[in-house]
């Protein structure tokens, strides 16, 4: 059982930073992969980055590649969605998610976080 807990949403305006926090209790981390997902109003929720707790693999959307960098403290059991160069188009609720690195559903969900891009 994994548990999640996202921080660090809010208002910013358009151009600049915000860097969300997703605090991960459980056993087998190591063995995990862990996803941020958006949804914004009346859209579908999507994949925004992942990564495996252990490293060597990063991946992200498209539409936020070059701005956007995911990345874990082991110490801390976080994991950290930095958000540069934010859009109003970024505008949505982010959820942390993650599963077993070789399942492609994730299966556990934090309870997301609010960001707003005001422009």
């Known amino acids: 059982q994994v548990q999640l807990v996202e921080s660090g949403g809010g208002l910013v305006q358009a151009g600049g930073s915000l860097r969300l926090s997703c605090a991960a209790s459980?056993?087998?981390?190591?063995?995990?992969?862990m996803g941020w997902f958006r949804q914004a109003p009346g859209k579908e929720r999507e994949f925004v980055a992942g990564?495996?707790?252990?490293?060597?693999?990063?991946g992200y959307a498209d539409s936020v590649k070059g701005r956007f960098t995911i990345s874990r403290d082991n110490a801390k059991n976080t994991v950290y969605l930095q958000m540069n160069n934010l859009e109003p188009e970024d505008t949505a609720v982010y959820y942390c998610?993650?599963?077993?690195?070789?399942?492609?559903?994730?299966?556990?969900w934090g309870q997301g976080t609010q960001v707003t891009v005001s422009s």
């Open positions: 990564m495996w707790w252990s490293g060597g693999w990063t």
């Open positions: 459980g056993r087998f981390l190591s063995s995990y992969k």
């Open positions: 998610a993650a599963t077993e690195r070789t399942r492609t559903t994730y299966d556990y």
